[in-house]
């Protein structure tokens, strides 16, 4: 596979350089997860072809690619790179990260919790017809298939973070029994 285009992330990458220009005289860049609460949205469960409720997606659903999190922790990476400060230098990567998860991760800890769900893989061109911007998610997907979410510097980013936060993030298990109870 080649490059795969993720107007997702690469608009987001275009303020890095700006930033790095500006002169500021501190500055880190904090890197959001996959965010969890898009389960109760977006990529909640849907109804299957085959039957079943769950996810049909573009990617190989065993792939452990996906750094996902709670957003509202977020702000906890911020404020501790702010309390930190010049221990961070500038220009830090710090990656919020609750966990790496597959597809088959989501749906073997919701099932676990009660819940009936399924996950399929699908061609990218069926993906690409079920809704409008199908498209540039299914790249994104294909984009965490080939680099991860948080890309090939994710370990160090990640290890960063947790640095700051000793006591890390919320995993989905926990996150998923809060807030996505079965029925």
């Known amino acids: 596979m080649g490059a795969v285009p993720a107007l997702h992330f690469t608009g987001k990458a275009r303020v ?12 880190a860049f904090v890197q959001a997860p996959m965010y969890f609460q898009n389960f109760l949205t ?32 977020v702000g906890r990476a911020v ?34 919790q009660g819940h009936g769900l ?8 069926a993906y690409d017809s079920f809704f409008p911007g199908a498209r540039e998610l299914r790249e994104m997907y294909q984009y965490y298939e080939q680099h991860t979410y948080f890309g090939p510097e994710r370990e160090k980013r990640i290890a960063a973070t947790r640095a700051l936060v000793p006591g890390g993030f919320t995993g989905f298990a926990d996150w998923a029994k809060v807030h996505m109870k079965p029925g």
């Open 118 to 125: 399924q996950v399929m893989r699908v061609p990218p061109e």
């Open 16 to 27: 890095d350089p700006a930033v790095e220009a500006a002169g500021f005289p501190r500055y």
């Open 42 to 73: 977006m990529n909640s469960p849907q109804p299957l072809p085959g039957g079943g409720r769950g996810w049909a997606v573009p990617m190989d659903p065993a792939a452990r690619v996906m750094h996902a999190g709670d957003v509202t922790e």
């Open 79 to 112: 404020a501790a790179a702010f309390a930190a400060g010049d221990e961070v230098p500038n220009g830090t990567y710090l990656a919020v990260c609750g966990g790496v998860y597959s597809w088959n991760d989501f749906v073997a800890t919701l099932n676990a």
